[in-house]
């Protein structure tokens, strides 16, 4: 019985750590992922044909409609 509750309680600790290390890394990684789509967005930069600028192609390309609509 006794083994029984040591290893229960060392299940919880065990489980409350790993809960907090995955958490706390949680803001790092969605803040990687936000650079990762900055960069992305801005290395792709194509000629603008109304101003002849290099101008990121999310700013000025239309969206293209579906085949259905």
């Not at 600790?13 to 949680?26: E, F, K, N, Q, Y």
């Not at 790092?28 to 960069?39: I, V």
């Amino acid at each position: 019985m006794n083994q029984l509750l040591l290893n229960h309680i060392w299940y919880r600790i065990v489980t409350l750590v790993a809960l907090l290390i995955g958490l706390s890394s949680l803001p790092l990684m969605a803040a990687e992922s936000d650079e990762a789509a900055t960069e992305k967005i801005t290395r792709h930069q194509y000629s603008n044909p109304q101003t002849g600028k290099k101008t990121p192609y999310l700013l000025y390309h239309p969206v293209r409609k579906s085949a259905a609509g």
